[in-house]
């Protein structure tokens, strides 16, 4: 081979590096941390110094600069995503395989609530336009085509008929870049599946360096698949694979190995922010605030119900699918004024792509370390039954403990657009989060339920003031008020106290007169 050919195929090989994204990376230290904003905002109305933030609940798996010294870049592993789907408008045929019968029939719903998801995920993204919306069946939707020939060519015939389209919405979990390319010859337009177009979602919407760092690890299996498909047209145009520059790599050899370097990178930079978030969630335990997560489905009112229980007006409820991707956390209180946590989570939708879930398990791990699950779920949506049970197979995934699945407390959102609404589940309870309604009656069972999980009782107990039992308390269980009796030197404190706490409380002052509630 002569020396300007083989400088062709070296130029060839490594624009096709850049095509596919498969760069080297740095990573650099993250940037300064940022306060637990849930504790900060407790800080202050449980009788500390501190002030509370104003806005927004704080994020858990936010970065410090504590390892400067490794001169590291995560920007460059956040750069510009060769799979990403780009800026700028689309026009967008939205179809949907409607599988006849068999195993991929879902007995829950039907092709038009189907359907009507996929466009309601085409239309959260901005300039975003459907043109048509198009059910098409089919006996297998994991064949190459999808559909039969006969109702394929029927399809690409009303593809090319919609005026200026630009894309087509194949609402299936995933195709095969080969798929995708034989489709998008025979309709000379873009072509998405719902893996594609939820990521865009998703990295449309994500605000911090974990949800970013999460989204570029999903896109790992998309870079793969390009790049096999890449290498094999390569391979039919020059007749076999060559090695790179006398290295001794293949190109194909070159990529998988760069992804690898890209990929463990992205899960050493995640693993150091669940470190993070661990050391967090250990300093929120020493200041002993249970911790509800509030899960569902996406958009059926989440961070709306977290708003009304906190008051916390800088929560900025969105109509929309995927509105949250990070884990907040926001504090309030029970009846009883115990002070507790509320976190935000991600909201799920059906058929959500497996490598998705798993791109964010360090987000959902959280959810195993919480005291109490809220699970929310939209009972004016006619898909409600599916979508509780999706929201129950990705919990129970998450191999949660027995006794947090057990102890779950279902809550029936905007029962105010369905007159004299009841819930047919036993020990659900109806409430509308944008209204108010049956907001107390929630608080209370959600404290009946922090109490038995968290071993903790509410007791009123009679002290001397002039012994050692007041600033015991204070220091080693949460004191809700103090009703000081001056005549005889005593008080009755309220206190919020756990087993082990109160065991030693009984041994150190056998003579104190204490009250159950």
Not at 176 to 191: F, H, I, N, P, Q
Not at 205 to 225: D, G, H, V
Not at 248 to 274: P, S
Not at 321 to 344: E, K, N, R
Request: hydrophobic letters at 40%; a positive charge; aromatic letters at 6%.
């Amino acid at each position: 081979m002569g020396p300007g050919r083989l400088c062709r195929r070296v130029l060839l090989g490594w624009r096709r590096v850049a095509a596919l994204g498969a760069v080297r990376y740095r990573v650099r230290a993250p940037p300064a941390r940022r306060p637990f904003s849930a504790a900060a905002r407790l800080r202050a109305p449980l009788g500390g110094s501190g002030s509370g933030e104003a806005g927004a609940g704080g994020d858990d798996g936010d970065d410090d600069d504590d390892d400067d010294e490794e001169g590291e870049d995560v920007e460059e592993l956040l750069g510009p995503s060769p799979v990403a789907v780009g800026p700028g408008a689309q026009r967008v045929a939205v179809v949907h395989p409607d599988v006849k019968w068999g195993p991929k029939k879902s007995p829950l719903t039907t092709a038009e609530l189907q359907i009507a998801e996929a466009v309601a995920l085409v239309e959260t993204l901005q300039n975003w336009t459907v043109l048509d919306k198009i059910i098409i069946p089919t006996k297998n939707p994991d064949k190459k085509f999808i559909f039969g020939k006969g109702n394929f060519q029927v399809l690409t015939e009303k593809i090319k008929k919609l005026p200026r389209v630009t894309a087509v919405f194949l609402n299936v979990e995933r195709i095969s870049s080969l798929t995708k390319k034989e489709l998008e010859d025979a309709w000379g337009v873009k072509v998405f599946d719902r893996y594609t177009i939820v990521l865009h979602i998703f990295r449309c919407n994500a605000q911090t360096k974990e949800a970013k760092l999460q989204i570029a690890l999903a896109e790992i299996p998309l870079l793969r698949s390009n790049l096999k498909n890449e290498v094999s047209r390569l391979d039919q145009q020059r007749g076999g694979s060559r090695y790179i520059m006398g290295s001794g790599e293949t190109f194909m050899e070159t990529q998988n190995r760069v992804l690898k370097e890209k990929e463990l990178k992205i899960r050493n930079a995640l693993e150091k922010l669940r470190r993070k978030r661990s050391l967090l969630r250990t300093q929120r335990r020493k200041r002993e605030f249970p911790i509800i997560s509030v899960m569902g489905y996406t958009n059926c009112g989440k961070t709306t119900l977290i708003k009304a229980l906190t008051g916390e007006a800088g929560l900025q409820p969105r109509d929309q699918l995927f509105a949250t991707l990070d884990i907040t956390s926001h504090g309030g209180y029970l009846p009883s004024h115990m002070a507790v946590i509320y976190v935000d989570t991600i909201g799920f939708l059906t058929d959500l792509p497996h490598n998705l879930v798993e791109s964010f398990s360090a987000t959902l791990e959280e959810v195993a370390y919480s005291d109490l699950i809220v699970h929310v779920r939209d009972v004016t949506h006619p898909e409600t039954v599916l979508q509780k049970a999706t929201v129950l197979s990705v919990l129970k995934n998450l191999n949660l403990p027995s006794q947090l699945l057990d102890s779950m407390v279902e809550v029936h959102n905007k029962v105010d657009l369905i007159e004299r609404y009841k819930p047919t589940e036993e020990n659900a309870l109806a409430i509308s989060a944008l209204h108010g309604l049956g907001l107390e009656k929630l608080k209370e069972e959600i404290e009946k339920k922090i109490l038995t999980t968290t071993g903790k009782k509410i007791l009123t107990i009679n002290i001397n003031l002039e012994g050692p039992q007041l600033s015991w308390l204070y220091k080693e269980a949460t004191v809700q008020e103090v009703e000081v009796m001056p005549e005889d030197g005593t008080a009755k404190v309220k206190v919020i106290i756990s087993n082990s706490a109160f065991g030693k409380y009984k041994a150190l002052f056998p003579n104190s007169k204490i009250f159950m509630p």
